[in-house]
């Protein structure tokens, strides 16, 4: 289960005060500037991915993941195509192996296109 905490910074900061006592518990995150993932501390993107691999039987070296925010770092490690969006924050951009251009720039698109092209820069 997952909560998102939709508020304004002053908000978010309470909300991380009054929860800093429940940390060993849960993952926390902040997945944009106004905005806060909470969920349980096995519980993130990372670990999903890791499920669905596993299920289907799909290698780290064919799984292509896309990020821009804090909530996003952790699964950064869990794919060869990891991805920065052009507008990613820069501890996101220093983990992904790649950056493509914003979300604004459809990036996603972009870096998919790239790759079914061959292009040896993400090789």
Known sequence: MKVSVFADE?????????IKDYKKDLSISM???NSLDICESNGNKK????????KFNISY????????????L????SAYYSFAMGNAEDKIKEKARFVTKTN????????????????????
């Open 104 to 123: 604004d720039e459809n990036g996603v698109i972009e870096a998919i296109k790239e790759l079914a092209i061959g292009n040896e820069a993400f090789a």
């Open 31 to 33: 997945s944009g500037p």
């Open 61 to 72: 070296e064919e799984t292509m993941v896309f990020g821009d925010h804090m909530n996003d």
């Open 10 to 18: 002053n908000i978010i900061k309470d909300v991380l005060t009054n």
């Open 74 to 77: 952790e699964m950064m490690e």
């Open 47 to 54: 670990q999903a991915i890791k499920v669905i691999q596993k």
